[in-house]
Every structure is written in C-alpha cells, then in structure tokens.
C-alpha cells in the first residue's frame, strides 16, 4: 500500500527525472520515466546489478504482517532481504539515500519482548551502520490511504474499512497521529533531496517532511 503511495507521488514530481520499480509483481502502471523489474525472488540481485546503478535514492517499501508468523520467519522478510538489499545498493551507489518503512513501536534496542519490533529494530540499526550518503527510518503509525490505493494484505482493507470513520476523525481532531499515502511519498522524496533533521521519523516528522515538498 505505501509503494503504491510512494509510487504515485515520484511519478507525479517533475523533479523525479526516472523511477526503477523492483518487486516481485507488476505494479499496473504506465509512464514514461517508469521501468519495471519483476523477479519472484528479491533475494538475489545478482543477475540485475547492472540496472541498479546510478541511482539517488532507494524507497524500500516491501514488507509483510507478522501476524500467524515464527520469528524465524518473520526475520528472512523483514531482516535478512532488506539487509541483503540494502548490501547490494550501497556497493553499486554509495552516493545513495535510503528510506526504509519501518513502524511506530519498533525497538532500536533490539532486545524487546515484541517480536516484530525487535526484528524491526535490528532491521534499521544494520541499514544504519550502511556507509549510504544518508540513511531515514520511517516511522508511520496509522497510514490512511488515498487516491484509489488499497491494502495488498485482506485483514488490511478489512480494518480500514472498518475504521474510516474513526480515521477520519482522528485525523481532523489530531492530524499529527495519522499520515497518508500521499504524505509519505511526498515526505519521502523531500527527504531523498534535502534530507532530514534526524535517521528515525514519526508520524509528526513525516507529516512535516510533505508539507515542505510542494510538487
């Protein structure tokens, strides 16, 4: 849901000169600065290293539900891809910005009782150390999606359904506690070009980030 948000927003901003989407299906859309690698597994980026290069940012927004899942697996999606990922992009751009898609309760600690955040946190503590020109961990809470855009995930689209209303709300009584879409794309970007005050970014940070990309 936040790749197709971030998506939207990079191939709306006249500065975004070209947008590389890996992923592991197609994303449906079409223009002209949009190029496409679809590959069943992320895991190995071997045979398209070439096609990585030059680029200025990376927007990392693959990740899954821990729900129902073992922390030993939980722990290959969440840490060893993106670490592998992350690997794999500084060797090939070390002049690269790289924005992850963490979560609001991830444990930088790494020795919490939680499982996902605990795994969340050593995520982002090894993209971190990464000698990237700059490194942001994104940090949304509730994520309202805009312009069509829904939930890969079914228990997803089911709770916002059932919770627009209160979304809604929420957002107009305390508008820092919610984000968007819309807003994370545009935050993201922002950051990407000017980077940020600080590596780890909440919901209020994030919010404030889009007000200040006006594409």
């Known amino acids: 849901m ?3 948000g971030v998506l939207r927003e990079c191939l709306r901003d ?3 000169e070209m947008v590389l989407s890996v992923g592991r ?4 859309q079409q223009h002209a600065k949009l190029h496409e690698i679809v590959r069943a597994s992320l895991t190995d980026l071997a045979a398209i290293e070439d096609q990585l290069r030059g680029y200025d940012a990376c927007f990392f927004c693959l990740g899954v539900s821990s729900a129902g899942m073992r922390e030993e697996e939980y722990r290959r999606v969440t840490y060893d891809l993106t670490v592998s990922v992350g690997q794999t992009l500084v ?3 070390p002049g690269m910005t790289f924005i992850y ?3 609001t309760g991830t444990d930088s600690t790494e020795h919490g009782r939680t499982m ?3 795994v969340k946190g050593q995520t982002e503590n090894a993209l971190l150390r990464m000698p990237f020109k700059a490194a942001f961990m994104f940090r949304p809470g509730v994520i309202r999606p805009l312009h069509g855009i829904r939930s890969k995930t079914r228990s997803y689209r089911a709770l916002y359904t059932v919770l627009a209303p209160f979304v809604l709300l929420a957002a107009a009584v305390a508008p820092n506690s919610i984000t968007t879409t819309e ?4 935050a993201m970007i922002h950051a990407a070009q000017n980077g940020a005050s600080k590596a780890r970014l909440g919901t209020r940070d994030i ?3 889009a007000k200040r990309n006006t594409s």
Not at 25 to 28: D, E, F, L, Q, R
């Open 2 to 4: 936040v790749g197709q």
């Open 14 to 16: 006249p500065q975004v």
């Open 25 to 28: 299906s197609a994303t449906g």
């Open 91 to 93: 060797r090939l751009n």
């Open 101 to 103: 898609v963490s979560g």
């Open 116 to 118: 996902w955040a605990r």
């Open 183 to 186: 807003k994370m794309g545009r």
């Open 207 to 209: 919010n404030e980030l």
